[in-house]
């Protein structure tokens, strides 16, 4: 089972720009999706974007200010948050889910998952 360690969080000011990574233990690129989601406080844990062979695939609140990519030679995934809100303020965790593809990731129950990072905390102040 691969696991992934998540880092890059921090606290930032509403308009600022903040950049996550996931690290793999094994590579990922050509046998999983590797997602974010984030959890607020009291929410529930929700998507925000994916990344597989398929290609990637995002929530609809951060599709023009997110970008997810990958660094294969690292087996690292990033997600590169621009015009960070106070509404993105939440942990920020990492998952991968063995065979999907992103677009399947977005839809999935969450217990779906083959692993789950510890996540990340960001912080956005107004």
């Known amino acids: 089972q691969v696991q992934l360690v998540e880092s890059g969080g921090g606290l930032v000011q509403a308009g600022d720009s903040l950049r996550l990574s996931c690290a793999a233990s094994e590579r990922t690129w050509d046998t999983y999706a590797v997602g974010w989601f984030r959890q607020a406080p009291g929410k529930e844990r929700e998507f925000v974007a994916a990344i597989s062979w398929s290609g990637t695939y995002y929530t609809d609140s951060v599709k023009d200010r997110f970008t997810i990519s990958r660094d294969n030679a690292k087996n690292t995934v990033y997600l590169q948050m621009n015009s960070l809100k106070p509404e993105d303020t939440a942990v920020y965790y990492c998952?991968?889910?063995?065979?999907?593809?992103?677009?399947?990731?977005?839809?999935?129950?969450?217990?779906?998952?083959?692993?789950w990072g510890k996540g990340t905390l960001v912080t956005v102040s107004s």
């Open positions: 998952a991968a889910a063995f065979g999907e593809t992103a677009q399947a990731m977005g839809v999935m129950a969450h217990y779906a998952m083959d692993s």
